[in-house]
């Protein structure tokens, strides 16, 4: 909104924090309604000579944007205002609530001059728009940071994901939100393995202010490791980055859905919420694991690492891809009638539970001399940038857009400030500190703890609170605890007991079965050995080399567009 005009926000009818305006029904000039705008909500109201009319009050939480635009007839002096909601509303044909859309649109006729009539229209856009922008819905105690206002979106999508339909559930249900947000997007179909990997590791990040993926968790798995094999990865780490489910599992979008306290959602409700939250553009932090292999390869996790039935599921499931996130059932009865057990060795750096605040309140800030974050710099590169010129050109010089991406905001609006970082490691990851894993060729410390057992049907290493759309693994499970949730399961288990675990497992209660087998542990790392000498370990559901692998989890590394 430029200075010269008057802000309608302010322009309340001679009432403060109300905005007022009568308006026709967009098909029916003889219908009138009565519009209110307050910071919170639009109010419609019928006027009618008639008792009991008719209020309906939208919440600006579920508005995702508001456009002016003339009517199609151009003889039509009017012009129009149309303001899209997706409130949760009960379901058609099945119990509870979802999102849908809800699309209101006025017909502004107050004089015979259609540019005043627009104008008047866009008017009422803007003051929609910019109310329903400070109306996210936000958690309490959850600090955010928002994308950048108009912001730029890269969209990934991947046309071979789940049963091949992510480019038509792309076109059919998300194109259209980001257009009544007023998103700009370009889209990127990627056209074989690793396509994602390689474009965002030599892209020019500056030009983006979110990355999208539209597929299954996969595809996010490239990205991230994409960023981090940057010579700038910790800058570009940083870049917010969304998740739209369009893959078999589904698992960061519906962990994603979970975490904004939404009641649960499956297939297009789930894409619907998840695209509603990147229309709204809160962003919060999120942990990575990194991943050690014995051919020294490093991978970086956001979501799991997988040995024995469940990753014998995943994989072998994919045979069964053509039928969508049903394979992962049909992949576990096969499994089940023959069911294996594996041969390692299991260790673990646990989890040393701190006192909980009080709810509402912000965990302090420590000095370096108090470190927080594991290192990657015993591995990565991380240098100091000198002090430069602006005209000074320097590979290492992250001082870009790039920094300016987002606001940092917490749940009651207050601002955040940050200072920039001296050098690569500060912001995030300090030089100082250590490494927790040691070399694969060493014994673990001290400190850790050793598993006396060395028959598994499976051991599961997850960040996230969901392993799929209808696994609901980790109930306590946040984006960025700084916690690997470490279950196993050990030899003598009956197959109908690990099926009774999976069943519960669909609505968070297998903690609850009081299974002896079942072994859960919060960490911060981890090692695991196989004996057995077939077998297979998956990242992020995508097979590794089988051997020797450790891990490491890094609090708040990325950034993820959540709500």
């Not at 009138?32 to 019928?46: I, N």
Request: aromatic share 8%; hydrophobic share 40%.
């Amino acid at each position: 909104m430029e200075n010269s005009e008057p802000d309608p926000s302010r322009q309340r009818n001679g009432v403060v924090g109300v905005l007022y305006g009568e308006f026709t029904d967009a098909l029916n000039d003889r219908v009138r309604y009565s519009v209110s705008l307050t910071e919170s909500a639009l109010t419609v109201q019928r006027i009618s000579s008639s008792p009991g009319r008719t209020k309906v009050v939208f919440n600006l939480t579920d508005c995702v944007g508001c456009r002016a635009h003339r009517g199609p007839d151009g003889a039509d002096v009017g012009a129009y205002f149309t303001a899209y909601f997706y409130p949760f509303k009960r379901r058609w044909m099945s119990a509870g609530v979802a999102r849908q859309k809800v699309e209101q649109c006025f017909r502004v006729a107050l004089v015979q001059d259609p540019l005043a009539n627009l104008q008047e229209a866009e008017r009422w856009a803007r003051a929609i728009r910019d109310a329903s922008v400070l109306q996210a819905p936000r958690r309490d105690g959850v600090v955010y940071a928002e994308v950048r206002r108009p912001c730029r979106v890269m969209i990934l999508v991947n046309p071979q994901s789940g049963r091949g339909q992510a480019l038509q559930l792309f076109t059919g249900h998300v194109q259209g939100m980001l257009t009544e947000a007023a998103v700009p997007y370009t889209l990127v179909i990627t056209e074989h393995q690793n396509h994602a990997r390689e474009l965002v590791r030599k892209a020019d990040l500056s030009q983006w202010d979110a990355l999208v993926i539209m597929s299954g968790d996969g595809l996010l798995f490239e990205v991230i490791n994409g960023l981090m094999e940057r010579e700038d990865w910790q800058e570009a780490i940083q870049t917010p980055l969304g998740i739209l489910p369009g893959g078999s599992g589904n698992a960061l979008a519906a962990s994603v859905h979970h975490y904004s306290q939404s009641p649960p959602a499956w297939n297009e409700e789930l894409l619907l919420s998840c695209g509603f939250m990147l229309c709204k553009g809160l962003v919060g932090s999120m942990d990575l694991v990194s991943i050690h292999l014995a051919s020294r390869q490093r991978l970086f996790s956001f979501l799991s690492l997988a040995w024995g039935f469940v990753a014998d599921v995943d994989m072998e499931s994919e045979k069964y891809r053509h039928v969508g996130a049903i394979r992962f059932l049909m992949g576990t009865l096969v499994r089940l009638a023959s069911l294996r057990v594996y041969q390692g060795r299991l260790a673990y750096l646990p989890v040393i539970e701190e006192p909980k605040l009080p709810k509402g309140s912000i965990k302090a800030h420590h000095p370096p001399s108090t470190p927080q974050h594991p290192s990657l710099c015993s591995s990565l590169p991380c240098r100091l940038i000198p002090n430069t010129s602006p005209n000074q050109n320097s590979r290492h010089n992250h001082n870009s857009t790039n920094s300016n991406r987002y606001t940092i905001t917490n749940s009651s609006n207050n601002a955040i400030t940050t200072k920039r970082p001296e050098t690569q490691c500060e912001s995030k990851i300090r030089p100082q500190e250590e490494s927790l894993l040691p070399g694969l060729d060493q014994p673990v410390p001290e400190s850790w703890t050793v598993v006396r057992e060395e028959d598994f049907v499976l051991v599961l290493a997850i960040y996230q609170s969901h392993l799929a759309e209808d696994l609901w693994t980790v109930p306590g499970a946040m984006a960025d605890d700084g916690v690997i949730h470490l279950f196993y399961v050990t030899a003598g288990i009956s197959r109908p007991a690990l099926l009774r675990l999976f069943l519960a497992m669909e609505k968070g209660g297998h903690l609850a079965c009081g299974c002896p087998h079942l072994v859960y542990e919060k960490v911060k790392a981890l090692r695991l050995e196989p004996i057995s000498p077939q077998g297979m370990i998956t990242v992020d559901g995508e097979m590794v080399e089988y051997g020797p692998v450790q891990a490491q989890i890094h609090p708040g590394l990325a950034r993820l567009i959540c709500g």
